[in-house]
């Protein structure tokens, strides 16, 4: 069960780390999105801002202390505020980008408000199963891990795109005869 | 220590992801100043006058082709790096109606050139050595892809990309026969009826 809980808050960690740092890479993309939701314009590039270093923070929280309750409320407090935004999208019936996970095409709605069911439950499940606090070498061997994996998955995106790139650039200089 | 040099590795690692989603924005911003400058993409049109409406089997293509209701015959060349390009490309399975000729001087540049580009060994993978094929049809550009429609040459255009290739391969259609015979529908003043029976258009009608 510690395992199974261990698994569930590593991967929400890594969901979190994921979007947290794209949002930071770039902040644009999330505060035209919240400025949409209506925030305002003045304050729509810290409040983004915010919410990105809330999602790396509660990300780190749950590798390093998965057993501390502000990382669990952190889960449900994030979870709240996608589920927000997905309620005033289709309440307002407006097609609203996401960009939750970094660039997404996808648009809010009520995904977000059915998605509020896992975090709560991973919470939760968190929350009954890991009372005490990890080893530090362990959380240290998950971090890592953890990383690396993040790290691994966007290296594929990246080789494809090279190869992608590399063909348009081989028949272009082949195909109109230009030389490097 | 090893603790530490862990963390410090974790770290890193979220670093290089940022790194790297950095690096892909600049090959995205790469890929649109090609799109802007008309160079992506941009297929040259081959005059095939000479064998428009001829069988493939007359240029030592194999049989089948001359039944093909429709597909695309790439010609690919060892001396082209967008041919090596597009063939490493080529994996299982091999689209349906897509057939590949790989033309080589020699045999040992045939080899290689399979060898370096992983080109995969497959029914509809032709191997032309010494480019017989090709001078029989008079083809001395590559990458060209040639449609053939009902068995026949159709029209030709360079392949400037895998991405294009896969855009212009034809979608094989086939009538779907039903298990069990449907009931007859029942013309009725219902609105439902009336646009289930009117969905297809014909010519020249509104939806």
């Not at chain 1, 407006?94 to 960009?99: K, S, V």
């Not at chain 2, 001829?54 to 039944?67: A, M, V």
């Not at chain 2, 540049?109 to 497959?122: E, G, M, Q, R, Y």
Request: hydrophobic share 50%; with cysteine.
């Amino acid at each position: 069960m510690v395992t199974l809980a261990l698994i569930l808050s590593t991967t929400v960690a890594g969901i979190l780390f994921w979007a947290g740092l794209e949002k930071i890479r770039d902040l644009t993309p999330l505060a035209s999105t919240m400025h949409a939701l209506g925030v305002p314009l003045r304050i729509v590039r810290p409040v983004a801002g915010l919410l990105a270093l809330a999602e790396i923070s509660v990300a780190a929280g749950l590798v390093f202390r998965p057993d501390s309750v502000f990382s669990q409320v952190g889960i449900i407090a994030l979870a709240s505020t996608f589920a927000w935004a997905g309620i005033v999208a289709w309440w307002r019936g407006e097609q609203i980008h996401c960009n939750c996970i970094g660039g997404m095409n996808r648009t809010l709605g009520l995904t977000q408000v059915v998605a509020f069911i896992p975090w709560l439950g991973t919470a939760a499940f968190v929350h009954l199963v890991i009372r005490d606090p990890l080893a530090f070498s362990a959380v240290a061997i998950q971090f890592c891990a953890l990383g690396l994996v993040i790290a691994g998955v966007r290296s594929i995106t990246i080789l494809r795109a090279r190869f992608e790139a590399r063909g348009d650039r081989v028949c272009a200089m082949e195909m109109f005869l230009w030389r490097r | 220590m090893a603790t530490l040099a862990l963390i410090a590795v974790g770290l890193l690692s979220l670093l290089t992801f940022l790194l790297f989603g950095a690096l892909l924005e600049m090959y995205r911003d790469i890929r649109q100043l090609r799109d802007a400058a008309g160079i992506l993409d941009r297929p040259l049109v081959v005059d095939i006058t000479s064998i428009e409406g001829k069988s493939p089997s007359e240029y030592g293509l194999p049989g089948t082709l001359d039944s093909a209701p429709s597909a695309i015959l790439l010609f690919l060349s060892e001396r082209c790096l967008t041919c090596r390009v597009i063939a490493a490309s080529l994996g299982e399975p091999l689209p349906s109606t897509l057939w590949v000729v790989a033309e080589a001087r020699d045999s040992q540049l045939a080899d290689n050139f399979v060898k370096v580009t992983n080109l995969i060994s497959h029914e509809r993978v032709l191997l032309d050595i010494g480019g017989q094929i090709a001078n029989r049809m008079g083809l001395n550009t590559s990458p060209v892809g040639f449609r053939i429609q009902n068995g026949r040459f159709a029209s030709a255009t360079t392949v400037p990309s895998t991405r294009y290739l896969h855009s212009i391969l034809p979608a094989p259609l086939s009538l779907k026969v039903r298990a069990h015979p449907s009931k007859p529908l029942e013309l009725s003043g219902s609105r439902s009826s009336y646009s289930r029976q009117s969905s297809v258009a014909h010519p020249g009608e509104a939806p």
